[in-house]
């Protein structure tokens, strides 16, 4: 290209010293550079606009937060080939889950939670982090009650399919402690006399496995498992359980406190907060139990 | 000696001297050796025998052996994220086997795109389409750096989301979904809009596996090349056919190996010869007839 610069000169001094040559050169190279950076513009944005995780989706057992496990999963499938159950999905393109990347669905196929682990096994780049060695460590989600007006333990009914499924629980030859669900007791209002047994999920335990949520016997289930993120509050740190303070230092952190007795409830252990007009006749349980009130009239 | 006549097909000479089935030798080769892997990678979902597991990102051979792409491996590290011990062995696996090998052989002996932009190219000739809209070659390279500029910046492996290759082969076995489109797509560009469009001038994993085999030992020459007739079949074929030249003509180089690493080493200018004059040989290899 020199070479061509003395007889560009003579030609037309003033005007260019940029000969054909190099102008096509050049304008190649821009037009390669250009396309090139556009299409890399194009694939960049895509990238980023389609790295939302639907909530639904939940990533194996010890995958990374989302932000780094995209940034370290080569959407090979190595956990998906090695998943006994075979619940684990690579997502295809045009599926709102990132493309390539492993999910899996609790209503549909929850984790089973292998002790092993076999889905982290093979993944080579640590995607799926190699130090949960425990799945009771996993927290691919939490479940949470979502539905309250559906559930039918608060319509009063007992049910337990998602505390009997839940895996994460002590297990001896003749007893079990279920430890991520349990079954709280509370009175049922309505009847007035019956208890209700509300599924009440422990966030400290919940490894997100889903199984509750494939269990629940409604046609679209009370019982999900969520993100933490969407599924946890967080406080500030500076609300202190004094029932937990006294715990800790062996006495209330404020001095004692004045407790002043409830009418109503004078002799009565605490926890008892059953009101009544006259003291509790001897009559035969079985008579009055399911009957209504105002059959006593 | 001859020019070329419109009427006759791409490598009638070569049929007629050497026979179809050599005259077809590297292409049969290649598509074995394409749907081989494919297949390798099929038996363990068919029959659970798991010879090579994963795709073609990543894989585990016979259980002990990692693969990983070194140009996923490399975006992987433009995102900032330091990859477990796996997955660095199985890039360097791959990178030195292409290095030595010639890198753009995964082109075409690996990459399960290669059989939809050839077809597409078939498509042009069977159909005598002329339209040619090709951006620069050079676009691949920028693209290429530029996907791992966009790593960095979005910290995703930002191509893995849209990489034919990628689709393709994970579609194979995991799910296509519309990845079908895309590469249906790919197919028509290829066909209608540009020749060679995909392959041989925007792919940037193509265009990373050349800068790859740069020195690469495994290579086509043209030692008998005062035979040439210039019937220009192989130009016709070439996925690459700016790599000829210098070699076949002795523009601006003596040696008569195709030293451009932008040659995918298909072997299809050695089929297509009626008179022989290619070869597949060694980097170093200066036999020449002239």
Known sequence: MNAEKPAERTRSPEKTTVSPGRRKFLSGMAGAAGGGCLMAMGVGIYSRQASALPALALRPPGALPEPEFLAACTRCGLCVRDCPPGILKLAAPGNLIPTGTPYFTARTGPCVM???IPCIKNCPTGALDPKLTDINDARMGLAVLIDQETCIAFLGLRCEACYNICPVAIKTDNDITHRAISLEKRHNPRSDRHAMLLPTVHSEYCTGCGLCEKACILKESAIRVLPPKL??????????????????????LIGDQLELPVRGLENK?????????????????????GSDPEDKQ | MSTRDPNKRLGQDAIANKGWLVANKWLLLRRVSQLGILALFMVGSWFGVWIIKGNLTSSLVLGVVPLTDPYAFLQMLATGFLPAKTAIIGALIVALFYLLIGGRVFCSWVCPVNMITDAAAWTRRRFNIKSNHAPSANTRYWFMVGTFVASALTGTLAMEWVNPVSIAHRGLFFGMGAGLWFLAALFIYDSFVATRGWCGHLCPMGAFYSLLGKAALLRVAAPRRDACDDCMDCFGICPEP????PALK?????????????????????????????????????????
């Open chain 1, 114 to 116: 292998c002790e092993n």
């Open chain 1, 231 to 252: 599924a946890q509050g967080k406080g500030d740190g500076h609300y202190l359980k004094g029932w937990e303070e006294r715990e800790k230092h062996g006495r209330s």
């Open chain 1, 269 to 289: 252990p605490l926890g008892d907060v059953r009101v009544y007009d006259e003291p509790p006749s001897n009559t035969d349980p079985a008579d009055t139990h």
């Open chain 2, 242 to 245: 700016q790599v000829i030249r």
């Open chain 2, 250 to 290: 002795k523009a601006g180089q003596d040696s008569p190996v195709i030293l451009d690493s932008r040659c995918t080493t298909c072997g299809r200018c050695i089929d297509v010869c009626g008179k022989q004059v290619f070869r597949l040989t060694h980097r170093f290899d200066q036999r020449s007839s002239s």
